[in-house]
T-cell receptor, first 116, second 109 residues
Framework: GAVVSQHPSWVICKSGTSVKIECRSL??????MFWYRQFPKQSLMLMAT?????????EQGVEKDKFLINHASLTLSTLTVTSAHPEDSSFYIC????????????FGQGTRLTVV | GQQVMQIPQYQHVQEGEDFTTYCNSS?????IQWYKQRPGGHPVFLIQ?????EVKKQKRLTFQFGEAKKNSSLHITATQTTDVGTYFC?????????FGTGTRLKVLA
C-alpha cells in the first residue's frame, strides 16, 4: 500500500511550548488528510480534516487555535499543538486519502507527545 | 453526531477458536472500513465494504455489511497468535471516517 510518513515518532516538550507534527504522503498525492488523537487503549478520535489549499474542518470540541493544521501541498500536512499542556499528552496520528471520501486511508506511524 | 460502537470491548480466546466483533452505527453509512492495530502500532487497513449485505473474505477473515448499512461484523476463523491486536471499524457517512470503539483481541496459545 501507499506510504505515509509521520514525524517525529515521539516528542517530549515543556508546558507552554509548541510542537509541530508533520504528515507526508510519500508516493501519492493526498487531497485529504485526517488528524486523529488516541488515548491509551481507546479509539481514534477525529480531530480535523484538511484538504489541500483550504482551511481545515475541525470536529466539535476541538480548539482550532490550539491545534493548528496546515495542508500546504498535496503531500504534506502539519499539526501544531500550541501552548502545550500536560493534558495534551497523547498519541496523534494522521491518515491520508488520495480521493475525497470512499477509499482507504493510509496511516502514518503516529506521534507520541508527552508534555511535562 | 454520528456514533460507532463495537462489541465486545475485549475478547480473550484460545488459539484455534473463532472470534467475532460487531460494529453498529447510529446513522446509515455510505461505506465501512476495518482496521487492525497491533499494540504500539498504527492502524492498518484491512478492507472496505460498500454495498448493502456485502460479504468479503480474506483468508480466515470474513467481513459483512448489514442490509441497512448501519452495522458490520468481522469474523476470524481459527484464531492464531498473530491475530492479536485491536480491531476497529470506521464508518463513513460523508467524507470522513468515524472510528468505532474497537475490540481488543487476545489469543492464548
Amino acid at each position: 500500500g501507499a506510504v505515509v510518513s509521520q514525524h517525529p515518532s515521539w516528542v517530549i516538550c515543556k508546558s507552554g511550548t509548541s510542537v509541530k507534527i508533520e504528515c507526508r504522503s510519500l508516493d501519492f498525492q493526498a487531497t485529504t488528510m485526517f488528524w486523529y488523537r488516541q488515548f491509551p487503549k481507546q479509539s481514534l478520535m477525529l480531530m480535523a480534516t484538511s484538504n489541500e489549499g483550504s482551511k481545515a474542518t475541525y470536529e466539535q470540541g476541538v480548539e482550532k487555535d490550539k491545534f493548528l493544521i496546515n495542508h500546504a501541498s498535496l503531500t504534506l500536512s502539519t499539526l501544531t499543538v500550541t501552548s502545550a499542556h500536560p493534558e495534551d499528552s497523547s498519541f496523534y496520528i494522521c491518515s491520508a486519502s488520495a480521493i475525497r471520501g470512499g477509499t482507504e486511508a493510509f496511516f502514518g506511524q503516529g506521534t507520541r507527545l508527552t508534555v511535562v | 453526531g454520528q456514533q460507532v460502537m463495537q462489541i465486545p470491548q475485549y475478547q480473550h480466546v484460545q488459539e484455534g477458536e473463532d472470534f467475532t466483533t460487531y460494529c453498529n452505527s447510529s446513522t446509515t453509512l455510505s461505506n465501512i472500513q476495518w482496521y487492525k492495530q497491533r499494540p504500539g502500532g498504527h492502524p492498518v487497513f484491512l478492507i472496505q465494504l460498500v454495498k448493502s449485505g456485502e460479504v468479503k473474505k480474506q483468508k480466515r477473515l470474513t467481513f459483512q455489511f448489514g442490509e441497512a448499512k448501519k452495522n458490520s461484523s468481522l469474523h476470524i476463523t481459527a484464531t492464531q497468535t498473530t491475530d492479536v491486536g485491536t480491531y476497529f471499524c470506521a464508518g463513513s457517512g460523508t467524507y470522513k471516517y468515524i472510528f468505532g470503539t474497537g475490540t481488543r483481541l487476545k489469543v492464548l496459545a
